[in-house]
């Protein structure tokens, strides 16, 4: 069948080498997609965001079976809605399941009615009422947009003074939009973080292999938050006991909630986890694969991407099993200097010879003028595969030393605290 992914970036383009690898899988389509994706699959250029043109492009080819719609705005928006409407198969949950993401006040809301565990939290659609409530608050806080804003909608204020300033920059000057018209003000919990994404076909759950993310820009955790600097998986303090805990004091009440709000979810829920001494508890609902996360999950999954993808669809996850690899996995992301405030694009990428088992993840690339040049912020993720977390780290950041492009920055420090 031919199959078109919705995207731009290293999540698209991992989903894109996990459905190739599929027997089902036949022409490869991607809108827009990046130069790394250009390489097997065909680029489409119309905006993730243009859900007529999206639609349109299906109806013309009437070979597509299955569109993947990857990010979360799309999602948002109701592309899902859209393509099923005009009778098309698409992956990814329907505009009402997508709120899950799109409005943190939402799942709060949702999380808090059900009991599901969570961070204790406020929220504001004015900027005096979400002051006056900071004034009175234990530092560090949260200060969350409500809405998508590329995973920088999320201030750890240090002090009040940090607080009005992430207040002033959401409410007055706008800095995420429409996302920062309401905000949710949570206190600031403490313990390890993890991500874990699920394939859900709105009855059965089915967790991946459990990831840790880096957020932050600079080494040490330091810096301004980013979409994601670099990812390990599998998480090494994911035990099986937390495993138990988290799907059914989490997922299940999770799945059962949105279908009781009347919300059903298929597609990838993605869980932001963090293990408290207090228990395990939500920090944030994703509609989608993560970025970069899936650039070290998917590298793991031995199972057919495609066969999911259509049982998630079909309501028959529980009918396949899922299998995934016993190795490890290390991304290290490559960014545009100044990233994740201002940057430049167009600077030329050189890239040498590769050691095996490694496998770049364009993010922000394109071609110009027949050379590989930087198109975004986060460049390249450069995902190593070993049989160890240690081995995968050296390995991915080796093949680094033969990658090159002007202001290059990366973090050095991706996996050392889950290695130690």
Request: hydrophobic share 35%; net charge negative.
């Given at each position: 069948m031919d199959i078109l992914v919705v995207g731009n970036g290293g999540r698209e383009h991992a989903i894109c080498v996990a459905l190739k690898k599929s027997d089902k899988c036949g022409k490869l389509y991607c809108a827009k997609g990046n130069a790394g994706i250009g390489e097997i699959a065909t680029l489409v250029d119309i905006d993730p965001c243009d859900i007529e043109g999206i639609c349109d492009f299906v109806d013309k080819n009437k070979n597509i079976a299955l569109t993947v719609v990857a990010p979360d705005d799309p999602l948002?928006?109701?592309?899902?809605?859209?393509?099923?409407k005009r009778g098309h198969r698409a992956f990814g949950p329907n505009k009402a399941a997508a709120i899950i993401e799109a409005s943190k006040a939402f799942s709060k809301d949702m999380m808090k009615k059900y009991g599901i565990p969570?961070?204790?939290?406020?929220?504001?659609?004015?900027?005096?009422?979400?002051?006056?409530?900071?004034?009175?608050?234990?530092?560090?806080?949260?200060?969350?947009?409500?809405?998508?804003?590329?995973?920088?909608g999320v201030i750890i204020c240090q002090s009040y003074a940090e607080a009005q300033k992430a207040l002033d920059d959401m409410f007055n000057v706008g800095v995420f939009g429409k996302a920062g018209s309401k905000v949710v003000i949570?206190?600031?919990?403490?313990?390890?973080?993890?991500?874990?994404?699920?394939?859900?076909?709105?009855?059965?759950?089915?967790?991946?292999v459990p990831s840790c993310d880096h957020k932050r820009a600079n080494d040490n955790d330091e810096g301004l938050n980013t979409g994601g600097m670099g990812t390990i998986a599998p998480s090494p303090f994911y035990t099986k006991e937390i495993a138990k805990e988290v799907e059914e004091?989490?997922?299940?009440?999770?799945?059962?909630?949105?279908?009781?709000?009347?919300?059903?979810?298929?597609?990838?829920?993605?869980?932001?986890?963090?293990?408290?001494?207090?228990?395990?508890?939500?920090?944030?609902?994703?509609?989608?694969?993560?970025?970069?996360?899936?650039?070290?999950?998917?590298?793991?999954?031995?199972?057919?991407?495609?066969?999911?993808?259509?049982?998630?669809?079909?309501?028959?996850?529980?009918?396949?099993?899922?299998?995934?690899?016993d190795k490890s996995a290390v991304c290290v992301m490559l960014a545009s200097?100044?990233?994740?405030?201002?940057?430049?694009?167009?600077?030329?990428?050189?890239?040498?010879?590769?050691?095996?088992?490694?496998?770049?993840?364009?993010?922000?690339?394109?071609t110009a003028d027949g050379k590989l040049v930087t198109n975004g912020g986060r460049v390249i993720g450069v995902t190593a595969v070993c049989d160890s977390l240690k081995e995968a780290k050296a390995l991915s950041y080796k093949a680094i030393e033969n990658i090159g492009f002007d202001k290059m920055h990366f973090r050095h420090d991706i996996g050392d605290k889950f290695i130690k």
């Open positions: 948002a928006l109701g592309l899902v809605d859209e393509l099923q969570t961070a204790k939290y406020e929220t504001f659609d004015s900027y005096e009422n979400a002051l006056d409530y900071a004034k009175g608050q234990k530092y560090p806080l949260v200060v969350k947009a409500d809405g998508l804003a590329l995973g920088k949570e206190e600031f919990l403490t313990g390890k973080e993890v991500s874990v994404l699920s394939f859900c076909d709105s009855k059965t759950i089915y967790p991946m004091k989490i997922m299940l009440p999770t799945v059962r909630a949105m279908n009781d709000l009347g919300r059903p979810f298929k597609g990838v829920l993605y869980f932001g986890l963090i293990v408290t001494d207090d228990g395990v508890k939500v920090i944030e609902y994703n509609a989608r694969f993560g970025d970069p996360e899936t650039q070290v999950v998917l590298p793991l999954l031995k199972s057919d991407l495609v066969e999911i993808f259509e049982a998630v669809i079909d309501e028959r996850l529980s009918d396949i099993k899922i299998e995934w690899s200097g100044g990233y994740p405030e201002k940057y430049e694009k167009g600077k030329e990428i050189k890239i040498g010879t590769l050691p095996e088992n490694v496998t770049l993840y364009h993010s922000g690339t394109k």
